[in-house]
């Protein structure tokens, strides 16, 4: 299974980006879906959880601001990010917690990471 996602770069502080994060490979099927940052210096942090059925979950810090979505059909979980802030400088990893099989466990799987980068 391999997660590839895109979306990242560099924007202003007020502004927006949308990142996306499609699983290909051998995957059964996908629980759910969430978009992971870490900053320099920093743990990394939960900052969006979609489950199967839709039903979502921020971090303060982004809430009002972010918006988690899904494609089951494509197995694509995006990230639209608006009014952009400098504290939200970080990369972003996407994950999934999918099964290989019916009778597999669910387990994590990663994407690469995407860098955001918010000037002041």
């Known amino acids: 299974v391999q997660l590839q996602a895109s979306g990242g770069g560099l924007v202003q502080a007020g502004g927006y980006l949308r990142l996306s994060c499609t699983a290909s490979?051998?995957?059964?099927?996908?629980?759910?879906m969430g978009w992971y940052r870490q900053a320099p210096g920093k743990q990394r942090e939960l900052v969006a959880v979609?489950?199967?059925?839709?039903?979502?979950d921020y971090t303060d810090s982004v809430k009002g601001r972010f918006t988690i979505s899904r494609d089951n059909a494509k197995n694509t979980v995006y990230l639209q990010m608006n009014s952009l802030k400098p504290e939200d400088t970080a990369v972003y990893y996407c994950?999934?917690?999918?099964?290989?099989?019916?009778?597999?466990?669910?387990?994590?799987?990663w994407g690469q990471g995407t860098k955001v980068t918010v000037s002041s």
């Open positions: 994950n999934i917690q999918g099964r290989r099989t019916m009778l597999a466990s669910p387990r994590d799987y």
């Open positions: 490979g051998n995957i059964f099927s996908i629980n759910d």
């Open positions: 979609i489950g199967r059925g839709g039903l979502t």
